[in-house]
């Protein structure tokens, strides 16, 4: 089975699906009372950098984390030398409950699990209107995997110098998903990330998508003085580069929020996902469920909903789109 991405050490750890969306407290916790609390800002080959105070601090996780992983966004207990001093190396002894996990497998038959990111409370989607082509596929992805974690989506559609962003944006009216649209100038004058910022003023917030969609070019806007490296989308296949290789967690100026850039997605598997904690992104939709067969998947003749909205009680428009959310776990990418 093939398993995404180039940072085995980030989360390898198999682990089972847990429906609640967290997990559960770990048993061991109450050794370790003088350790100091940080926030996981970036993981590179079983080195975390975490943020303490002021300092960022390397660690990696001490022995009796066992297989537990840490991930970015995490808020960790740490112990040993916390100077930030070059060479020094910490312990990482507790990883704190989360508020949200984020998680995809590479294939929806693919059990195997990675946590994206933690604690993130929005997740903005992001997607060039050209070059890479958009893949509605990924979006529609995106949106189930950010419902079944309980992160709020925000849809930003970069480079519309190269391309409209109506049709896109229609498919997604009755959904009612928030969205930006940003473009090379709006880039260029600043405008671009004042109108982002607005939307990311006290929350934690990932950017996901296919590579080479502009996500580390609009971090670099929102994070001036932190410049990561950006590349150039390959002229003949219209992909990305995959330049970004580790997630990375930023505070934005003034203390008004998080952003994590993350590198670029081929797939977004949703094997994990329960569509009962989809359904609960849809509260207009919510009492008509009341009729449904017990586990219904919402996505079957028996299901209560039709009936339901036929019967003028909600949108059809709206539940035409949790269809079509719920059927993407069924269809392939790029179909
Ligand atoms: N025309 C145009 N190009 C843009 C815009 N935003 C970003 N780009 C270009 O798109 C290319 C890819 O940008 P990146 O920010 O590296 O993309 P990424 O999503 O971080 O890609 P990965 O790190 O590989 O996942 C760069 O050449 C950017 O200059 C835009 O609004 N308009
Ligand atoms: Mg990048
Ligand atoms: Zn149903």
Same mark, same amino acid.
């Given at each position: 089975?093939?398993?995404?991405?180039?940072?085995?050490?980030?989360?390898?750890?198999?682990?089972?699906?847990?429906?609640?969306?967290?997990?559960?407290?770990?048993?061991?916790?109450?050794?370790?009372?003088?350790?100091?609390? /940080?926030? $996981?800002?970036? $993981?590179?080959?079983?080195?975390?950098?975490?943020?303490?105070?002021?300092?960022?601090?390397?660690?990696? =996780?001490?022995?009796?984390?066992?297989?537990? #992983?840490?991930? $970015? /966004?995490?808020?960790?207990?740490?112990?040993?030398?916390? #100077?930030?001093? !070059?060479?020094?190396?910490?312990?990482?002894?507790?990883?704190?409950?989360?508020? #949200?996990?984020?998680?995809?497998?590479?294939?929806?038959?693919?059990?195997?699990?990675? +946590?994206?990111?933690?604690?993130?409370?929005?997740?903005?989607?992001?997607?060039?209107?050209?070059?890479? *082509?958009?893949?509605?596929?990924?979006?529609?992805? %995106? &949106? $189930?995997?950010?419902?079944?974690?309980?992160?709020?989506?925000?849809?930003?559609?970069? =480079?519309?110098?190269?391309?409209?962003?109506?049709?896109?944006?229609?498919?997604?009216?009755?959904?009612?998903?928030?969205?930006?649209?940003?473009?090379?100038?709006?880039?260029?004058?600043?405008?671009?990330?004042?109108?982002?910022?607005?939307?990311?003023?006290?929350?934690?917030?990932?950017?996901?998508?296919? #590579? /080479?969609?502009? !996500?580390?070019?609009? +971090?670099?806007?929102?994070?001036?003085?932190?410049?990561?490296?950006?590349?150039?989308?390959?002229?003949?296949?219209?992909?990305?580069?995959?330049?970004?290789?580790?997630?990375?967690?930023?505070?934005?100026?003034?203390?008004?929020?998080?952003?994590?850039?993350?590198? /670029?997605?081929?797939?977004?598997?949703?094997?994990? +996902?329960?569509?009962?904690?989809?359904?609960?992104?849809?509260?207009?939709?919510?009492?008509?469920?009341?009729? %449904?067969?017990?586990? %219904?998947?919402?996505?079957?003749?028996?299901?209560?909903?039709?009936?339901?909205?036929?019967?003028?009680?909600?949108?059809?428009?709206?539940?035409?789109?949790?269809?079509? &959310?719920?059927?993407?776990?069924?269809?392939? *990418?790029?179909?």
């Amino acid at each position: 089975m093939r398993r995404y991405g180039k940072n085995p050490d980030e989360d390898d750890v198999r682990v089972r699906p847990n429906r609640k969306g967290n997990r559960p407290r770990t048993n061991i916790r109450p050794k370790h009372e003088d350790a100091s609390e /940080g926030l $996981v800002l970036t $993981v590179d080959r079983g080195r975390l950098t975490v943020l303490i105070d002021d300092r960022s601090v390397t660690a990696m =996780k001490a022995r009796e984390l066992g297989r537990k #992983s840490a991930v $970015v /966004g995490d808020r960790v207990a740490v112990v040993g030398d916390l #100077s930030g001093a !070059k060479d020094t190396l910490a312990r990482i002894v507790r990883v704190e409950p989360r508020t #949200s996990t984020l998680r995809r497998t590479a294939d929806d038959d693919d059990p195997y699990e990675r +946590v994206v990111v933690a604690n993130a409370d929005q997740l903005a989607i992001v997607t060039a209107l050209a070059d890479p *082509e958009p893949r509605p596929r990924l979006i529609d992805r %995106c &949106l $189930v995997a950010a419902y079944d974690a309980g992160l709020d989506p925000l849809l930003v559609l970069t =480079k519309s110098d190269l391309a409209p962003a109506d049709t896109l944006l229609a498919s997604y009216g009755a959904l009612g998903v928030p969205y930006l649209v940003t473009n090379r100038d709006e880039l260029a004058d600043g405008s671009a990330a004042d109108r982002v910022r607005e939307r990311l003023a006290g929350r934690m917030t990932a950017f996901v998508g296919h #590579s /080479g969609v502009g !996500k580390t070019t609009l +971090v670099n806007a929102l994070v001036p003085d932190r410049r990561r490296a950006t590349g150039r989308v390959n002229a003949h296949t219209g992909r990305g580069r995959h330049t970004t290789t580790s997630a990375l967690a930023l505070p934005l100026p003034d203390d008004s929020g998080w952003v994590i850039d993350t590198p /670029g997605v081929r797939s977004f598997g949703l094997h994990h +996902v329960d569509p009962a904690r989809v359904v609960l992104a849809f509260p207009d939709l919510m009492p008509g469920t009341d009729g %449904c067969p017990r586990a %219904c998947s919402h996505d079957e003749p028996d299901c209560a909903l039709d009936g339901w909205v036929a019967e003028g009680h909600a949108d059809p428009a709206r539940l035409y789109s949790l269809r079509r &959310l719920l059927a993407t776990r069924e269809r392939r *990418e790029g179909d």
